[in-house]
């Protein structure tokens, strides 16, 4: 994977008009009335999804504030008008000192999309073990089988575990682990068809990419490569899985890579297991873990990849749903169709479940990096500041990803308040247990009710709506839930 910067071809035409949409007189920020296909009305009888039209007037406001960077205006103006950025107005994002500015563009794209929504989910997460073949530096949670503190969930357990989820009125349930070196295929799909049988309403959300590569090997199917780990993804999908959590990304960068986390794939592989889901009908999230030995380039790149595998996902749906295409160059100088969800070409449309017989990228999870008890220790965490410029420059870059997630176990909740003005459109969940990284080391029990949750968005200025794994609102009544409308 070269890192070759990409420019994006536009018709100015279309996106002049796009930018001189008319404004309310009352206001420079008004809802379009543009409903999500099929999206039904939210609790309070409004529609669901009410994307903002964004005027000029906001964009001049942006360039009047004071302290505001001149080296901005072309980005201000691709904005506005809905042109895809490129890695090198990218770079200006994360360079310059006016980070007020980049917090409010940010926030155009997060607006047009998501109008004022701001996405929770009712969820646990469960590590079924902490025991890894590998032992990458970045990681505070992989144990060999017989360290203090190993673990292994057995699948009564994990049956167990489903109930108690469904129970509490989870929607989903996030099951990531190690790669174990000893447990056979057949104990993932028997805990996929255990928490099917259990608790039947329950989302299962599993496996990061390397672990479908792994089990790709333990069931002797790795050397069939993308047939090998299409073939692992049917038997789990057969079983119970429903989508992919987006994990094990890290940076798609082979020096950090090799540096950082040794032994696990590749970004290439990462997206092969992503594209094979895809296919297959599965939705899937990404993530980025930043902060570490990687450059903010290398973040672009690997932004850059994302997004350019998502313009392949997404044309379907595109040429389906009478979606316009911008010509971008890729990441290899290659000219290509791109699909821009916030861009004018859309329709008011965004991919939902369904739509199409393929699955998509429906959101990215910027990670910052945690320390502690790692073998990067010695390297400070990722400022607030950075956190939140990072998660503002991954709503403008991937601008075919249709959700940006401010995880706030990792990020803290105080801090997700923040990134929902920035670009995020989504905090995730209500956790209870979450064991990979444990936030200044405080334990490993992390659990926000729906009123914290709720609270911290109307705080920042949103209408929280609870959704299920795939982003479909959800109407509750204690434990007891269904998809709304
Ligand atoms: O893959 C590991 C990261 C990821 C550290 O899909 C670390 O909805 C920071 O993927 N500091 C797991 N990060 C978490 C994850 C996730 C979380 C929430 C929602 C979703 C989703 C996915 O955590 C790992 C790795 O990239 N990680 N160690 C660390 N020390």
Same mark, same amino acid.
């Given at each position: 994977?070269?890192?070759?910067?990409?420019?994006?071809?536009?018709?100015?035409?279309?996106?002049?008009?796009?930018?001189?949409?008319?404004?309310?007189?009352?206001?420079?920020?008004?809802?379009?009335?543009? =409903?999500?296909?099929?999206?039904?009305?939210?609790?309070?009888?409004?529609?669901?999804?009410?994307?903002?039209?964004?005027?000029?007037?906001?964009?001049?406001?942006?360039?009047?504030?004071?302290?505001?960077?001149?080296?901005?205006?072309?980005?201000? &103006?691709?904005?506005?008008?809905?042109?895809?950025?490129?890695? %090198?107005?990218?770079?200006?994002?994360?360079?310059?000192?006016?980070?007020?500015?980049?917090?409010?563009?940010?926030?155009?794209?997060?607006?047009?999309?998501?109008?004022?929504?701001?996405?929770?989910?009712?969820? =646990?997460?469960?590590?079924?073990?902490?025991?890894?073949?590998?032992?990458?530096?970045?990681? #505070?949670?992989? !144990?060999?089988?017989?360290?203090?503190?190993?673990?292994?969930?057995?699948?009564?357990?994990?049956?167990?575990?489903?109930?108690?989820?469904?129970?509490?009125?989870?929607?989903?349930?996030?099951?990531?682990?190690?790669?174990?070196?000893?447990?056979?295929?057949?104990?993932?799909?028997?805990?996929?068809?255990?928490?099917?049988?259990?608790?039947?309403?329950?989302?299962?959300?599993?496996?990061?990419?390397?672990?479908?590569?792994?089990?790709?090997?333990?069931?002797?199917?790795?050397? &069939?490569?993308?047939?090998?780990?299409? #073939?692992?993804?049917?038997?789990?999908?057969?079983?119970?899985?429903?989508?992919?959590?987006?994990?094990?990304?890290?940076?798609?960068?082979?020096?950090?890579?090799?540096?950082?986390?040794? /032994?696990?794939?590749?970004?290439?592989?990462?997206?092969?297991?992503?594209?094979?889901?895809?296919?297959? *009908?599965?939705?899937?999230?990404?993530?980025?873990?930043?902060?570490?030995?990687?450059?903010?380039?290398? =973040?672009?790149?690997?932004?850059?990849?994302?997004?350019?595998?998502?313009?392949?996902?997404?044309?379907?749906?595109?040429?389906?749903?009478?979606?316009?295409?911008?010509?971008?160059?890729?990441?290899?100088?290659?000219?290509?169709?791109?699909?821009?969800?916030? /861009?004018?070409?859309?329709?008011?449309?965004?991919?939902?479940?369904? &739509?199409?017989?393929?699955?998509?990228?429906?959101?990215?999870?910027?990670?910052?990096?945690?320390?502690?008890?790692?073998?990067?220790?010695?390297?400070?965490?990722?400022? *607030?500041?950075?956190?939140?410029?990072?998660?503002?420059?991954?709503?403008?870059?991937?601008?075919?990803?249709?959700?940006?997630?401010?995880?706030?176990?990792?990020?803290?909740?105080?801090? #997700?308040?923040?990134?929902?003005?920035? /670009?995020?459109?989504?905090?995730?969940?209500?956790?209870?247990?979450?064991?990979?990284?444990?936030?200044?080391?405080?334990?490993?029990?992390?659990?926000?009710?729906?009123?914290?949750?709720?609270?911290?968005?109307?705080? %920042?200025?949103?209408?929280?709506?609870? !959704? &299920?794994?795939?982003?479909?609102?959800?109407?509750?009544?204690?434990?007891?839930?269904?998809?709304?409308?």
């Amino acid at each position: 994977m070269s890192g070759q910067q990409d420019q994006t071809v536009v018709d100015h035409h279309k996106h002049e008009q796009f930018m001189s949409q008319p404004e309310s007189p009352t206001s420079d920020v008004h809802p379009g009335h543009r =409903r999500t296909s099929g999206a039904p009305p939210s609790e309070d009888g409004q529609p669901h999804v009410r994307p903002e039209q964004i005027g000029p007037a906001v964009f001049e406001r942006i360039r009047q504030r004071p302290g505001y960077d001149t080296a901005l205006d072309d980005i201000v &103006d691709a904005v506005a008008s809905g042109r895809r950025l490129n890695v %090198a107005q990218g770079e200006t994002v994360f360079a310059t000192p006016d980070i007020w500015s980049v917090i409010s563009l940010g926030d155009v794209y997060r607006r047009r999309l998501h109008g004022d929504i701001a996405y929770y989910n009712v969820n =646990r997460h469960l590590n079924y073990s902490n025991v890894c073949a590998l032992s990458c530096k970045f990681c #505070a949670f992989h !144990r060999k089988k017989d360290d203090d503190g190993a673990y292994q969930y057995s699948i009564d357990e994990i049956r167990e575990e489903a109930v108690k989820a469904a129970a509490s009125g989870a929607t989903e349930i996030h099951i990531v682990g190690g790669l174990h070196p000893w447990l056979p295929f057949s104990y993932y799909t028997e805990m996929m068809t255990a928490i099917k049988e259990s608790a039947p309403a329950l989302h299962i959300k599993a496996f990061t990419a390397v672990e479908i590569v792994h089990l790709a090997r333990i069931s002797k199917r790795g050397r &069939d490569k993308q047939d090998g780990i299409k #073939a692992v993804l049917q038997d789990l999908k057969d079983a119970g899985l429903d989508s992919l959590p987006g994990g094990g990304a890290e940076v798609f960068d082979d020096r950090v890579h090799d540096e950082a986390f040794k /032994g696990k794939i590749r970004g290439e592989q990462w997206l092969d297991v992503h594209r094979a889901a895809h296919e297959l *009908g599965i939705n899937t999230n990404a993530t980025m873990l930043y902060g570490h030995i990687e450059t903010r380039r290398d =973040r672009l790149h690997h932004m850059q990849l994302l997004r350019e595998q998502q313009d392949r996902t997404l044309r379907e749906w595109a040429v389906k749903f009478g979606v316009g295409l911008q010509k971008a160059v890729n990441h290899d100088g290659e000219e290509h169709e791109a699909v821009v969800l916030t /861009g004018p070409d859309t329709n008011g449309r965004q991919p939902q479940a369904g &739509d199409t017989p393929n699955g998509y990228h429906q959101t990215i999870i910027p990670l910052p990096f945690f320390p502690d008890k790692s073998d990067l220790e010695h390297l400070p965490s990722p400022s *607030g500041l950075e956190n939140l410029r990072t998660l503002a420059v991954s709503r403008l870059m991937l601008d075919n990803i249709p959700h940006v997630k401010a995880f706030w176990i990792m990020q803290t909740l105080a801090m #997700a308040q923040l990134q929902l003005k920035a /670009g995020a459109d989504d905090i995730d969940g209500t956790v209870v247990w979450y064991d990979i990284t444990k936030v200044g080391g405080t334990g490993t029990s992390q659990e926000c009710s729906v009123s914290d949750l709720t609270r911290a968005i109307r705080e %920042a200025g949103f209408r929280p709506v609870e !959704r &299920d794994t795939l982003y479909r609102p959800v109407a509750r009544q204690g434990s007891a839930w269904s998809i709304a409308g």
